[in-house]
């Protein structure tokens, strides 16, 4: 007689074979190797489970029945030293069932904390009326800040104590000293060597950087139309080509190009599928109240950017602040690039 049992949850065959006329010798031989066999089963059992969260001690609970019920079969088939094989077996299977239930109690526990730092994320870096967003469109992701200008406090940053701030985690430091919090931080357009604004740079109603209005020059901040992004006295936010900017009650500005979007239209040097590709950040006025900042996570063309602002966004105009060397810092997104070497800094505190 021949019996072949098989436990599929591990694809481990374990093959039995009993011949009429063994010897007890034998058959004490074939049950020792078998116990070997279960040995090797426990210890794969254990081995492949990675029991890492939830779902795997859920996974884990559905291979213990499975086992259970190969072992009905087991005690049926075979008896005496194999039988206490198999309570060796189901003994330490208990024990892996309490190893299960410790382990979900503790990713219960773990669960619970991840959902108050959470809460506790959400009450600190929140902002009533502003929204963080991640949105796929035309196969790239993108992450954006939607920001009410009447409920935020934004201002644009350059220096500190005479000197350059450059990166989003000295700007951190810098609003600790204010007993704030910053809510979310972004390169406010580009700059030069020294760290200076490339162009116009108005902060607090002072004009720190005159506006450039040369138009012959090489590189992005040149493409025409280039523009001016600002917030007035009233934390009203516009974009304005450089010819048609005014500096009056303007409180925050930063020049930049180019100009993406304007009244609707998408910028008509920008190609389709043009071949020049990169990170690519900027921010969109959807009225006078409500912006956008949005930075890329994939490299993309400067059509394929306008794109969002106006079919996604609804927003009337928009402009480009940098390219490969932007960052955003917006907790709400778990987003936390808080590096950089940047001139100006456009951030909202708490």
Known sequence: MEIKIMILPLMLFLTLNISQGQTKDELNQKIT?????YNLLYNRLKDSLNLKNYEDAFKFNNIIDSLRKENLYFKNAFSGDLIDSLKHLNYKIAN??????????????????????????????????????????????????????????????W?????????????????????????????????LSDHSPQGLFIQNGKTLVQLDKKK??????????NGVFSIDS?????????DDFSSDGVKFATQSGPIV??????????????????????????????????????KINFYDFASIFKEKLNCSDAIYLDGA??????????????GGDFGPIIGIVK
């Open 33 to 37: 190797d078998n116990r070997k066999s």
């Open 96 to 157: 892996l069932s309490v190893e299960n239930k410790v382990l979900s109690s503790k990713n219960i526990k773990i669960r619970d904390s991840l959902n108050l730092l959470k809460r506790k994320m959400y009450d600190l870096f929140h902002i009533d009326g502003n929204m963080a967003k991640r949105f796929t469109h035309n196969n790239n992701t993108y992450d954006c800040y939607f920001v009410n200008l009447k409920n935020s406090e934004i201002k644009f940053y």
């Open 325 to 338: 060397i932007s960052e955003m810092f917006l907790p709400e997104l778990s987003r936390f690039q808080n």
């Open 216 to 225: 012959e020059e090489y590189g992005n901040f040149y493409m025409q139309p």
């Open 159 to 191: 220096k500190y104590e005479n000197k350059p701030i450059r990166s989003i985690k000295k700007l951190e430091e810098v609003i600790d000293k204010d007993k704030k919090s910053l809510v979310f931080a972004t390169n406010a357009g580009m700059y």
């Open 234 to 242: 009233n934390n009203t936010g516009k974009i304005m080509t450089t």
């Open 261 to 298: 979007l304007l009244n609707g239209v998408i910028n008509q040097k920008f190609v389709k599928n043009a071949p020049s590709l990169n990170i690519r950040s900027g921010v969109g006025i959807i009225d006078s109240n409500n912006i956008v900042f949005v930075i890329s996570n994939q």
